[in-house]
């Protein structure tokens, strides 16, 4: 659809258009100019979905991405000022397309990747406070709270999502996976876990207090089996960036 028959049948276009502030002064009129206007700037977006998600677009191939791109940004238009939202909705609407019915990794992959790209752009929290974290009481430790990094995100998939994204010649396999996407140094990475650690993870982001997530693991464990070393993994996720603060009950 070009740009006059846009502006003639799509609902929500600005009445009156204004087409008169496009100069005509040849050899292109007002609408030509704009269609070629429109052209370029769906060029730009196609282009920063390119790169916020390059391991879907070499899965699919440059034909298939493009029409997946036409489709998403009808459904799903800009509404920012910034392109770094753009692709935020593209997880969620490749999981109900078609093509994904005979490709059903392709919604995890597209959820993996859109994470490294928020993690870029999350906010900065600063340094966690070590020296204030290592004054409190042993009264305290259960009522602290830690706080997971605003550029965390947890991704659980039943997908090699991780591989693939890495490797262009890794073809999809089944396989449960467990992922923390962050931010560390400007850059954002990605990390392999069990599925006990990525519990913890997911019980901190839900705002538990150690004693409770203690009491929640011990109560999900085996009988016999032995606690998981709670401390060490603290101490890894904030020398990592994955904790960055702390607050205290009570």
């Known amino acids: 659809m070009g740009v006059e028959d ?9 009445r009156p258009r204004c087409l008169e502030a496009i100069a005509e002064n040849g050899p292109l009129s007002r609408l030509e100019r704009l269609d070629v206007y429109a052209e370029a700037y769906y060029a730009r977006l196609l282009e920063c979905l390119e790169q916020d998600f390059p391991a879907l677009k070499r899965v699919l191939g440059d034909d298939i991405f493009r029409g997946l ?4 940004l009808d459904a799903h238009p800009s509404t920012s000022f910034t392109a770094a939202e753009l692709g935020k909705e593209l997880p969620g ?8 019915q005979s490709l059903p990794y392709l919604a995890d992959l597209a ?8 993690a870029f752009f999350a906010a900065e929290w600063p340094a966690f406070d070590l020296e204030r974290f290592r004054a409190l009481g042993e009264s305290e430790w259960p009522g602290v709270k830690l706080s997971l990094d605003p550029s965390v995100h947890l991704i659980e998939s039943d997908w090699n999502v991780d591989d693939v994204w890495e490797d262009d010649k890794q073809p999809a396999e089944e396989g449960r996976r467990y992922l923390v996407v962050y931010r560390a140094a ?13 519990r913890v993870l997911q ?9 409770e997530v203690c009491e929640k693991i011990e109560l999900a464990l085996d009988v016999d089996a032995e606690m998981p070393p709670l401390m060490d993994w603290f ?3 904030i020398e990592s960036g994955v904790v960055r603060g702390f607050s205290v009950n009570g």
């Open 6 to 14: 846009a502006l003639e049948h799509r609902e929500g276009e600005p």
């Open 93 to 100: 609407f490749i999981a109900s397309w078609e093509l994904a």
């Open 186 to 198: 400007l850059r954002s990475r990605a990390e392999k876990v069990s599925e006990l650690e990525f």
């Open 203 to 211: 019980l901190l982001a839900e705002g538990c207090a150690l004693g």
């Open 111 to 118: 959820r993996f990747e859109w994470a490294h790209v928020a």
């Open 235 to 237: 101490r890894g996720w």
């Open 69 to 72: 791109v036409a489709h998403y």
